[in-house]
């Protein structure tokens, strides 16, 4: 149910934003059209603390709206507050595809309707719902296998309500790995059938072709539609950047400060300097660094090769059931495969060069690994389709090696792919959480594991200083690899 809400209400609320910032020009819209894609950048447990510190029964906003609102207004709880922490991660999923089918409808058929007497609502209804109807369903199928695999929301608003994330969890915790890898496969198979199930529904959808230059077409509305529409974009937008606002905030809380009080009263350096004291402040820090590289390192090498083989290579023909394979992991919820590693690698096999992998530092880059590198595969193929094969025909020609063949041509033209995806790899690495919560130990215990373990001993301001440095980890990744692909790309065009 909270996997159908959240699909639901994030397409709403990611549909309405990218027809805002498509049909409606206002100033700003540049900018804040960047800040509405932030969410996906946060790491699911830091997203769910600061709205909790925003929304929660104690939260800012909560206190606020307390005296004006009464006992209506009580803070989110509950499978409320789970779809609502769904619904700011994922939207994010639904405004990029829909911006993108937005921005390549042709005017044309906009201006057909209007001939023809349409209203813009019946010309939303009968041309632009069903031209956005494949991006609809990819995003859905992105974020119902996201929810269904949502382990960080249950477990802070979840409350008495099980979930089976947590259910898997709580087995595992009590040695039942029988039944944590009973439920792990109930959680599989419904995953896999709704991607298999709105997969092929995105196949039967229809396509709308265009010659030449699209002239991008914007829908004729009233003004007043109009400025409420952009009021109402203003106001989400608000919502949105509050948790993130108050990450930072309360990462500055002297501890103490903050009880009955809507802010802290007092503000200090203490808590970054705690931090920076204590001798075992750098090992989660160090960790997931150091198992980021290793994943990104290995779905490059892995990712690339299987799409270069798939797609330009002698498996082309075995392309549609690779690729099948291939993509399947990113399908499976990151709770299932850690119960399936530690059911593999809980004793020695010929696998893991006859030793004991789980307890061990290599079992949560491998957990990352496979969860991860379909993203890299993805958008190594879009970069290869992309790709003219005379340039490679030329190669042959002049007796190029195969090696020389791909790395003189070949890979100057992939790498911005190769670039964004292993970009993508490492920053849900650094954050990930649900695998990493069933497969740590305490020497290899992540950033995520960390902040969550400072939440359970009600250290809000040390949680949202470790918060605050794993956002700046993800801030200097993101521009370093913008740095990348900006020579990356003026080295191709060289």
Same mark, same amino acid.
């Given at each position: ?11 709403? /609320?990611?549909? *309405?934003?990218?027809?805002? *910032?498509?049909?409606?020009? &206002? ?125 960080? /929301? ?14 898997? #969890? ?149 392309? *549609?059931?690779?690729?099948? &394979? ?24 010929? &696998? ?16 990352? *690994? ?69 497969? #740590? ?23 949202? /200083? ?12 993101? &521009?370093? /690899? ?13």
């Amino acid at each position: 149910v909270v996997s159908l809400l959240s699909v639901l209400f994030s397409c709403v /609320a990611g549909l *309405f934003l990218a027809f805002v *910032f498509t049909q409606c020009e &206002f100033p700003l819209r540049t900018t804040l059209s960047r800040l509405a894609v932030l969410p996906i950048a946060m790491p699911p447990l830091v997203g769910v603390i600061a709205f909790l510190f925003v929304f929660g029964e104690s939260g800012i906003l909560t206190r606020v709206l307390r005296p004006i609102a009464g006992s209506w207004w009580v803070g989110l709880e509950g499978m409320y507050a789970i779809v609502a922490v769904h619904t700011y991660s994922f939207y994010v999923y639904f405004y990029l595809f829909a911006s993108t089918a937005l921005r390549a409808l042709d005017a044309s058929q906009l201006e057909a309707a209007q001939s023809l007497g349409s209203s813009p609502m019946r010309t939303i209804r009968m041309v632009i719902l069903p031209a956005l109807k494949p991006a609809v369903l990819a995003a859905s199928i992105l974020t119902f296998m996201a929810s269904m695999a949502s382990f960080s /929301a249950p477990l802070i608003f979840g409350g008495n309500r099980r979930f089976m994330t947590l259910q898997i #969890y709580n087995a595992k915790l009590n040695g039942e790995l029988n039944v944590a890898a009973a439920e792990a496969i109930g959680l599989t198979v419904i995953s896999i059938l709704f991607f298999v199930l709105l997969k092929a529904a995105a196949e039967g959808a229809p396509s709308s072709g265009t010659k030449g230059v699209v002239r991008n077409g914007v829908l004729p509305l009233s003004r007043y539609v109009k400025i409420g529409m952009i009021g109402l974009c203003f106001a989400l937008l608000t919502l949105e950047l509050l948790p993130i606002i108050t990450i930072f905030v309360i990462s500055f809380a002297r501890e103490g400060s903050w009880t009955w009080q809507i802010l802290p009263d007092a503000y200090t350096m203490k808590n970054y300097a705690k931090l920076f004291d204590e001798p075992s402040f750098l090992v989660p820090i160090r960790n997931s660094v150091l198992m980021s590289i290793i994943t990104a390192a290995a779905s490059i090498v892995i990712g690339v090769s299987t799409a270069y083989l798939t797609t330009k290579g002698r498996l082309r023909h075995w392309r *549609f059931a690779i690729d099948l &394979f291939a993509t399947m992991p990113y399908a499976v919820p990151g709770t299932v495969i850690a119960i399936a590693l530690i059911l593999a690698f809980n004793k020695p096999t010929i &696998f893991s060069a006859q030793t004991i992998l789980v307890g061990t530092f290599w079992i949560l880059p491998l957990a990352y *690994f496979i969860r991860l590198f379909p993203v890299v595969v993805r958008s190594t193929t879009a970069s290869l389709a992309q790709m003219d094969d005379s340039l490679t025909e030329a190669a042959d020609t002049f007796g190029a090696t195969a090696w020389q063949k791909f790395s003189k041509v070949v890979l100057p033209l992939i790498l911005p792919g190769i670039t964004s995806g292993a970009l993508l790899v490492m920053i849900t690495a650094l954050g990930e959480f649900v695998s990493s919560v069933l497969l #740590y130990s305490y020497s290899n215990r992540p950033i995520a594991v960390e902040i969550l373990a400072h939440m359970r001993s009600y250290n809000f301001g040390a949680a949202a /200083a470790y918060s605050v440095l794993l956002l700046g980890l993800i801030t200097i990744i993101t &521009f370093l /690899a913008a740095k990348l692909g900006k020579r990356s790309a003026a080295d191709s065009i060289t």
